[in-house]
């Protein structure tokens, strides 16, 4: 996950981000490069060696 490699539990990326802690948080997600919409985190089902990329907004200037 973010160039690191992990070791998880969860067969979707929504579940994955449920089990790091990002469930109600605003975040950007991308599997293997790909953008992955808010609504289709459920149908992407995770395999040993994805990519998983997770990005939080930031405030700031």
Same mark, same amino acid.
């Given at each position: 996950m973010n160039g690191?490699?992990?070791e998880i539990e969860a067969p979707?990326?929504?579940k994955l981000l449920e089990e790091?802690?990002?469930? &109600?948080?605003?975040?950007?997600?991308? %599997?293997n490069q790909s953008f992955v919409r808010?609504? &289709?985190?459920?149908?992407?089902l995770? %395999?040993?060696e994805d990519a998983v990329e997770i990005v939080t907004p930031r405030q700031g200037g």
């Open positions: 690191e490699p992990i979707t990326l929504e790091l802690g990002y469930g &109600d948080k605003t975040v950007a997600t991308a %599997v808010n609504k &289709d985190r459920s149908e992407i995770l %395999v040993e």
